[in-house]
């Protein structure tokens, strides 16, 4: 069984860059066509993609955050992480991590094949980000 964790700082300040941490266990983050995206949930609105990290290694990112995001690996710990850069009190979010099997990609986000959407088959449960000085 597949388990995801997400780990960071619950407050950053703003301007400062946000960064989390998804450990992985019971699979490897290298193993053949799985994607491992990272979503966030700000209060009161839905979810939104951010971007992710292939199997191979290669990287996609929502255009509205590509300029602020990176998402990268460390292999030998099976994690994978995210930063985001200048953070406002609008990134303020609910985030998490998410993997699964034969995502489909697009310039605008990673969906699961199996069904076109963001029903990722393994999800972390969460961690609230508060940006505030």
């Known amino acids: 069984q597949v388990q995801l964790q997400e780990s960071g700082p619950g407050l950053v300040k703003p301007s400062q860059t946000l960064s989390l941490t998804c450990t992985v266990s019971g699979g490897s983050i290298t193993a053949n066509y799985y994607y491992w995206s990272w979503f966030r949930r700000p209060p009161g609105k839905g979810l939104e993609w951010m971007g992710a990290i292939a199997y191979s290694g290669s990287t996609y990112y929502s255009p509205s955050l590509k300029s602020r995001t990176s998402i990268s690996r460390d292999t030998s710990k099976n994690q994978f992480t995210l930063q985001l850069s200048s953070v406002t009190p609008e990134d303020t979010a609910v985030y998490y991590c998410?993997?699964?099997?034969?995502?489909?990609?697009?310039?605008?986000?990673?969906?699961?094949?199996?069904?076109?959407?963001?029903?990722?088959?393994?999800w972390g449960q969460g961690t609230q980000v508060t940006v505030s000085s």
């Open positions: 998410a993997g699964d099997f034969n995502v489909y990609c697009s310039g605008y986000g990673c969906y699961a094949e199996s069904s076109g959407t963001y029903e990722y088959d393994y």
